[in-house]
Structures are given as C-alpha cells and as structure tokens.
C-alpha cells in the first residue's frame, strides 16, 4: 500500500489541507487580536472625541458597548489562537475547540456582515473583510471538521 503524501512541514495528523486550515485560523485569530485592541482603546477614549465641544450627558456610557464588543473579540482572538497552536501540537479534543471557535466566528461575521445590508453608510473595505473572515473561518471549520484521513 503507497504512502500518503504529505508535506515535511505538515503535521501528519492534520495532513497539507488541514495545515494550511489551521495555520488560517491561527493568522485570522491574530489579526482579530489587533481589532479587538482598536475597539477597546475606541471604547475607552470615546469621551475624547468631543474635546472643544459640548459633549452628550451622557458621554461615559457612549464607549461601553464597543469596550465590551472588544474584551469579548480579544477573549475570542485568544481561543482562536489557542486553539490552533494546541491543533498544531496534536492535543486532545483541540480540533473539535478549533471548529467550535472557527465555526462561531464565521456565524459573527456573517452576522456583522447582514447588519450592515441596510446601513445607510456602507463601508466597502469592512464588507470585504467581514466576506473573508466568513470564507477563512468557515471554510477552516468545514476542513477541520471532515473525518481524518484513512491511515495509510
């Protein structure tokens, strides 16, 4: 019986598409860490922005909601690369927590992404992003989900 063919660097528990699925994860959880910064320094410097003007009464909870979408987008983050790092160490039940959290984020997104139809100001470049966070962690979830390879 041939032997599997995989890659030197690929673990061969995941195999070459399982790899590049969790190292996907692992790079969208990072770049989610740096969004997640963003919306809690937004969410803490909110009152800042109305220096020179007279600010809303109540300018102090107006930063609350995005302080709070930040800690749970940083918690998320944290999970996303944990998760792929122990996926890459081949630890136990850490594929089924890489698909829970990959799934979860893909449902996020497309979640922000349905919002945003009827807003009246669009942003193209958040669109886009929110499109690829649901194909990367969808599609990572969808591979990482698949029954492992047949031992060879």
Not at 60 to 84: F, T
Request: proline letters at 4%.
């Amino acid at each position: 019986m041939p032997r599997g063919r995989s890659h030197s660097l690929a673990p061969e528990h995941l195999g070459e598409l399982g790899s590049a699925a969790t190292v996907a994860v692992a790079v969208g959880g990072l770049s989610l860490v740096v969004v997640a910064g963003s919306m809690i320094v937004n969410g803490l410097t909110f009152g800042s922005r109305y220096a020179g003007t007279s600010p809303p009464p109540d300018v102090g909870q107006l930063g609350m909601g995005q302080l709070l979408c930040g800690i749970g987008l940083l918690a998320l983050s944290i999970g996303l690369v944990g998760s792929a790092l122990a996926l890459l160490a081949d630890l136990r039940f850490a594929r089924w927590l890489t698909v829970a959290l990959s799934a979860l984020t893909a449902l996020l997104a497309a979640a922000g992404a349905l919002l945003l139809v009827g807003a009246a100001h669009r942003d193209n470049v958040l669109d886009a992003g929110l499109a690829v966070a649901v194909v990367v962690f969808g599609g990572s979830a969808v591979i990482l989900a698949r029954s492992r390879s047949q031992p060879t």
